[in-house]
């Protein structure tokens, strides 16, 4: 029986290397895969901190707003710069701690992201942008003269049909 207990012993060894070496397989294919994004991420956040150079060199020089979009520009590039730089799941941690401890500056860079890619996006556009076909007004009231002119109200009488003292005629 000894030989049978020596059988199954290295049937387990070797399922669990299987298992070992799938798991680091995994490991590895994740973290591949989150560097990617990550460099992915770096690339995205780069291009925000060059929309808001672009829109802080569009304010007028030394005024605070351009100085304040200057500021969040080198804050959003020095995120960038640690964003490539930084393991994963510390990045993760780090972002969200951050969030939780400046929430008014989280939405405001979140504002500020939306806006620059807004405007990028805009600005890539391929397409020239041309005017509505006539009579496709959205706003347009339907029954505007509708009337026939003999029907049309006349704006000298008033609601019960008489002409009153501030009429014009």
Request: net charge negative; hydrophobic share 40%; proline share 5%.
């Amino acid at each position: 029986m000894t030989h049978g207990n020596d059988l199954g012993s290295a049937a387990k060894e070797h399922v669990k290397e299987i298992q070992d070496q799938a798991k680091d397989a995994a490991a590895k294919t994740a973290t591949a895969h989150a560097n990617q994004a990550r460099d992915a991420a770096a690339a995205r956040v780069d291009e925000a901190a060059r929309a808001a150079d672009a829109a802080a060199s569009e304010m007028a020089p030394n005024s605070p707003q351009a100085q304040a979009v200057q500021q969040v520009a080198d804050h959003i590039e020095g995120f960038a710069t640690q964003l490539r730089t930084a393991d994963v799941q510390k990045l993760a941690q780090q972002a969200t701690t951050f969030a939780r401890q400046n929430p008014l500056v989280a939405i405001g860079g979140a504002a500020l992201v939306g806006f620059a890619a807004a405007r990028f996006l805009k600005a890539r556009s391929t397409q020239p942008m041309t005017a509505a076909p006539t009579g496709s007004d959205p706003w347009a009231n339907p029954y505007v003269n509708t009337r026939e002119p003999e029907e049309q109200a006349d704006p000298r009488v008033s609601i019960d049909g008489t002409r009153g003292a501030n009429s014009y005629g």
